[in-house]
């Protein structure tokens, strides 16, 4: 069955500290993953995705078929950086996504 | 524009009331989505919407009748309520998934629409 964990309901560093999110899922073809995050107050929106390979925000994310993993990570968290992360999953040729059960950054200054 | 705007944001309702939540977007989409989230724990889709049609129903009950009047309207029909369907109702649209060859994936969503049910 398809399925996304992430294993960290609540992770806290402080500013200047690595981060690292651990994301993992489990599905049968060829995965399409996403970190998604919600600022507080503020709306879900698309943090990154593994096929454009970018960084956005400092924050990467590297796309591991044999440790089935998409981990989030950014060397020098800020507190701006204080959010709900949520890895995600398109499930095969639609627009569904699955959500892993998120993670609570908390960047203490 | 590259929002999608949900009304209202907060709605109180009895369990006999009847009530519909609405959901636009401008960005040419062909996909939109209900999803329902309680709180501290992720978005759980209800329905998928591509082209105007119903593709996707994740059991859903009765009580939460979809509609999709136009390419950037959604609609989310409440009759019947429970006190457990207190919830959180985000609305999302993308680009549809078989459309383009620059197909992202990405979903875009609005700020929800908080639903209490007493």
């Known amino acids: 069955a398809q399925r996304v964990t992430q294993p960290e309901k609540l992770l806290s560093v402080f500013k200047g500290a690595p981060v690292e999110l651990k994301c993992n899922y489990s599905?049968?073809?060829?995965?399409?993953l996403f970190w998604y995050v919600q600022y507080s107050r503020q709306r879900l929106q698309l943090l990154l995705r593994h096929i454009s390979r970018e960084s956005i925000k400092g924050f990467t994310a590297d796309l591991n078929k044999g440790e089935t993993s998409f981990h989030l990570k950014k060397p020098f968290a800020q507190e701006e950086d204080s959010a709900m992360y949520y890895c995600a999953l398109r499930e095969g040729n639609t627009g569904k996504l699955i959500f892993g059960q998120g993670t609570t950054l908390q960047v203490k200054p | 524009d590259t929002e999608v705007t949900q009304t209202p944001k907060h709605l109180v309702m009895g369990m006999t009331n009847k009530k519909s939540l609405k959901c636009e977007q401008h960005m040419g989409h062909r996909a939109m989505y209900w999803y329902k989230q309680k709180a501290k724990k992720p978005p759980e889709l209800m329905f998928v919407y591509s082209y105007e049609k119903l593709s996707i129903n994740e059991s859903v009950p009765s009580r939460f009748s979809p509609e999709c009047p136009n390419s950037s309207l959604l609609n989310l029909h409440l009759h019947a309520l429970q006190p457990e369907d207190s919830a959180l109702y985000l609305c999302a649209s993308s680009q549809d998934a078989g459309d383009r060859v620059d197909y992202t994936g990405e979903l875009f969503f609005g700020e929800g629409s908080r639903l209490t049910v007493l």
């Open positions: 599905y049968s073809g060829s995965p399409e």
